[in-house]
């Protein structure tokens, strides 16, 4: 079974840093990861988009990511990296890590998410 698996979540105070990290595995059963991004969904709000990357390191940013964050991509370990700087309260929240389309030897996932990791920012 294929799992989005995530690390790098925590408590920071404001103006601190995190890097968050996601990998697709196990990776010996994946053949391709298309574009993977991280979402995130504060108490009492919708998911949404924090920064994407596709396959080719193409980059999407919300407005309230950019020039704070910065997304990558390990396409050869399918993994995706969130560094976040200049961290703000407003910035805690749960964070997904989320795959476009994984393919597999034996079946193709749309729309994968993994299981979620709390970033809290406060002093």
């Known amino acids: 079974q294929v799992q989005l698996v995530e690390s790098g979540g925590g408590l920071v105070q404001p103006g601190g840093s995190l890097r968050l990290s996601c990998s697709a595995s196990?990776?010996?059963?994946?053949?391709?990861?298309?574009?993977m991004g991280w979402y995130r969904q504060a108490p009492g709000k919708q998911r949404e988009l924090v920064a994407s990357?596709?396959?080719?390191?193409?980059?999407n940013y919300a407005d309230s990511a950019k020039g704070r964050f910065t997304i990558s991509r390990d396409n050869a370990n399918y993994t995706v990296h969130l560094q976040m700087s200049s961290l703000k309260p407003e910035d805690t929240a749960v964070y997904y890590c989320?795959?476009?389309?994984?393919?597999?030897?034996?079946?193709?996932?749309?729309?994968?998410w993994g299981q979620g990791t709390q970033v809290t920012v406060s002093s």
């Open positions: 989320n795959a476009g389309r994984i393919r597999t030897r034996v079946n193709t996932l749309n729309n994968y």
């Open positions: 196990p990776s010996g059963i994946i053949f391709s990861v298309s574009s």
């Open positions: 990357i596709t396959s080719d390191l193409s980059t």
